[in-house]
């Protein structure tokens, strides 16, 4: 099977997670394509692979030489839940021009670079798209069809040396529990790399440390007619919160290294409202200042409008990688050394977000992260570069090459 072709069907099956049912897996949808992967790594001589209670799928290839050493590939089956993956219908758009892509005519769905500039930067290419009504599901299925795409290579030409390779699907990494089950004795390998980013030039090993926080406002409602001096309305008590923050730290106005809290969810009336918040900081000393911020906005609002009426919980979610990498960097030279091989500029850059690798790496298996040519993820103006897909399936064969 072609990489394209992998890549489609697995945008086709709905993996979305869901941070709201406590279950593990938190959707038994995973399943779908969990048991799909587990018979294609049979069918390609991973004949040891299987999915567990937890839906994580595990499976080993053997070295076809003499050496000991064995990498690790790992890629998450789940998509956001801040738009829906079903019914994804891809589109291949043939030598990108540059101009506006036309996702949806009925709809007026336009994917366009006066709005997303990385664009620019694949005219020429070959784009895998949506039709504008759903998420493509390059993060992260486009890293799954890599390492499948390598395995099936390896697979077909036997007489290609390699070392030992783990291979893992994981779970609900998009709701920030998608290495909480891992087993590393299981994975059994040296190191690993998730393959999870953008652009295939870049390696990542820098992330940040995240915190989630959850506001809850008691209000007090009372007849609109006889609400004088009475009424504390809790919708206005959190936009009056949300106001507290710091206007500059949300995602909008923030770059690189700048943290922010990012307001995902807020639903309420008069006596009840609920915010939900995702805190980000590559700096753990700075992302504590934000909490403070957080602890603070509700102790004002509760000396105003009197005690419990605010409530906040913060939870820490992962932590920045790097420095547990820094001893390991001829891991990153690896790569970085096969980038430039194949004619390409070796970036690092910051990952403004989180991977399975930080918490991975956390657990004691360094595990840096890998691009897979996907843009935009987590919305319907999501498409992958299928030049960048097979380069990065290349790159994991002169990785595991010995």
Request: with cysteine; aromatic share 8%; glycine share 6%.
């Amino acid at each position: 099977m072609e990489l394209i072709e992998r890549f489609i069907n697995y945008c086709k099956i709905d993996t979305e997670s869901d941070s709201n049912t406590h279950t593990t897996p938190s959707t038994m949808k995973q399943y779908d394509l969990a048991n799909l992967l587990v018979k294609e790594l049979k069918e390609i001589g991973v004949e040891d692979a299987y999915v567990n209670d937890k839906c994580i799928v595990y499976g080993h290839l053997k070295a076809n030489t003499d050496t000991n050493k064995k990498i690790g590939f790992i890629s998450h089956m789940d998509t956001s839940e801040q738009m829906s993956g079903k019914n994804c219908n891809p589109q291949i758009i043939e030598n990108y021009d540059g101009k506006d892509i036309i996702l949806n005519k009925e709809k007026n769905i336009i994917l366009s670079p006066e709005h997303f500039s990385n664009l620019k930067l694949v005219v020429g290419k070959t784009l895998i798209v949506t039709d504008g009504n759903s998420l493509l599901g390059a993060d992260d299925k486009a890293g799954i069809a890599e390492i499948m795409d390598m395995l099936q290579y390896l697979h077909e030409h036997p007489e290609y040396k390699h070392c030992g390779i783990s291979i893992a699907f994981t779970p609900d990494e998009e709701i920030g529990e998608g290495a909480m089950n891992f087993d590393i004795k299981e994975f059994d390998a040296d190191y690993a790399y998730t393959v999870d980013g953008g652009a295939v030039n870049d390696v990542e090993y820098e992330n940040f440390n995240a915190a989630s926080a959850v506001v809850e406002i008691h209000g007090l409602s009372v007849h609109p007619g006889s609400a004088k001096d009475r009424m504390i309305n809790a919708s206005i008590v959190a936009m009056e919160f949300n106001t507290r923050l710091p206007k500059k730290e949300r995602p909008e106005y923030t770059k690189d290294y700048e943290g922010f809290n990012h307001l995902t969810n807020i639903n309420g009336d008069v006596e009840n409202c609920k915010m939900e918040y995702i805190l980000r900081n590559h700096d753990k000393d700075i992302l504590n200042r934000q909490k403070e911020d957080f602890y603070e906005a509700s102790r004002i609002l509760n000396e105003k409008y009197g005690p419990d009426t605010v409530k906040v919980t913060i939870k820490d979610s992962y932590s920045n990688m790097k420095e547990l990498i820094l001893p390991h960097m001829e891991i990153i030279d690896d790569v970085k050394k096969i980038i430039s091989e194949l004619g390409l500029e070796p970036t690092s850059s910051p990952i403004r977000g989180g991977t399975d690798g930080a918490t991975i790496t956390y657990m004691g298996l360094p595990c840096p992260n890998l691009g897979t040519g996907g843009r935009n993820y987590h919305g319907r103006y999501e498409f992958a570069v299928i030049e960048e897909m097979k380069i990065m399936s290349e790159i994991l064969k002169r990785l595991v090459a010995k």
